[in-house]
């Protein structure tokens, strides 16, 4: 089964969103001179930031992506 090109694109910006908003969490402890914690950096990815924050990002930049593919395909 193969998964359409709007799926993966949605896909992708709900991990670069997780990976963003993980990161930006990392570097605010940087900031605050707190040591870098591995285990929090993959829960605020894999729970924050890609399943919370990614998902309403895919969610939000899907209508544009599909309007976009409609567009490319006439």
Known sequence: MKMSKLNRKTIKYGFYSGVFYASGMALFDYLEYK???LWKFIFGFLFF???FFGFFTG???R???RKKFSEEKR
Request: net charge negative.
């Open 59 to 61: 969610l939000l930049i």
């Open 49 to 51: 930031g890609f399943l």
């Open 35 to 37: 040591d870098f914690n």
């Open 63 to 65: 209508p544009s992506l």
